[in-house]
């Protein structure tokens, strides 16, 4: 059984009251939708709008329990807690966190809807994933009502180090929710490292690598079982949890396919012809999110006008910005922010035939999507921090003619194994600029080098491996077994 906020499709009701389905955004969902297409397995989270009772309904052979939010908990626990609250902090506090006392009230209380409705619909002894930070308390809410589940948890995002961590008023009851979990996982061996440091900070628990032990309590429900209870280096009784790294990833071979379609390969050609076949097309691809950094890949881009590095006739930036969190006051200032600066650049320097920036305010199909990314010659990820970024893996999987070329924050997730992308800074935006023109003169015998690496290693780290990874060490866990080497042997590095 899978948990997670959003259900992998959004309910979308039209002005004249028709209702249809769509894919839901985000990394999420692109993730897990392929790994339960091929489980039998039951999907519990969100339709996406507010004050609808649906029935458990199929869509694409999945099986999806829907958990409805009032109008009320849209506002508090998702826009609120969640995206104005937990969001920011988990991002390096780009934008300031508010917390509210009601926000906190509202996210307790959905996350026990959640966890109530996954006790009720799992089978003895079920294996039971949650998904990401709207539902850290499940794990634990899960385990009192139903110590017989194996519980695993999965944080897409990034987790802050303790210094950040602590300004959270909840900052202990989040952590307690989290260990309610037998395997947590994490995007990067750093998330896992700043985890055990606020369990061993709040808590004052041991932890031995990625293992950590949590002492049992006379009232604690799983101590009747047997699963996981050892004694600890003092003698008493602790139960064991695994926080360690799973990195996600896509389903590389599905974009390879894609890309190989002649017709996707002709959209390709058309779009970079409707866009006046400009020597290098330069694509982002985003939700329209503060974390990204397109305001920085802008003003990079815009320099280099100014200074006369590229021109409109020969470099043309194709910008898709998928509207997200339209509610959220943070999101429609930074709306307001990137079309302010598109406008601008647009302005000084677009001429009748070539527009410097192509802007899109849309979600598109994957088809369209993998067309784009045969299009781009150059690829730019600038996010100032993200969990993963799945959009770099999927460019890579997609350039199936071994061309084009990754620009990469070290900010983001993916910048541990894509080692062969140009990797930046996105706060330096002179260095930023040295990566852009460096893409653009990029020799087709070095790109080509490059990208050979990068698929490689997307093609092998697929999400199918992701998954098998993550359920195999909650499997054991199952049987009391954790193991302490990582499966998909990403090293301590920096932990
Ligand atoms: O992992 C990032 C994430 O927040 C997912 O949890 C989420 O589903 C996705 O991005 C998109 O965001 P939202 O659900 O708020 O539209």
Redesign the pocket.
Known sequence: MIVS??LPVDRAVSDDGEASWRP??????AALEPVMRTQDGVWVGWAGVADEHLEPFEIDGIDLIPVPLSEQEVENYYEGFS?DTLWPLYHDVIAPPKFRREWWDAYVAVNQRFADEAARASAHGAAVWVH?Y?LQLVPKMLREARPDLVIGFFN??PFPPYGIYSQLPWRRQIIEGLLGADVIGFQRLADAGNFARAVRRLKGYDTRGPIIEVPIGVDDPTSGSHRHVTRSRQGGLVRTVLAMQFPISIDAHMYEEMASRPEIQERARQIRQDLGNPKTIMLGVD?LDYTKGIGHRLEAFGELLADGSISVDDVTLVQVASP??ERVETYRQLRDEIELTVGRINGDYSSISHTAISYLHHGYPREEMVALYLAADVMLVTALRD?MNLVAKEYVASRVDDDGVLILSEFAGASDELRQALLINPHDIEGLKDAMLRAISMPKRERSRRMRALRKRVLTNDVARWSAAFLDALTRSAHGDHPLQHPLGHESRER
């Open positions: 906020n959003r839901s955004p985000g990394g999420l969902v995206n990401d709207q897409h995002i939700r997200s969190r969990g």
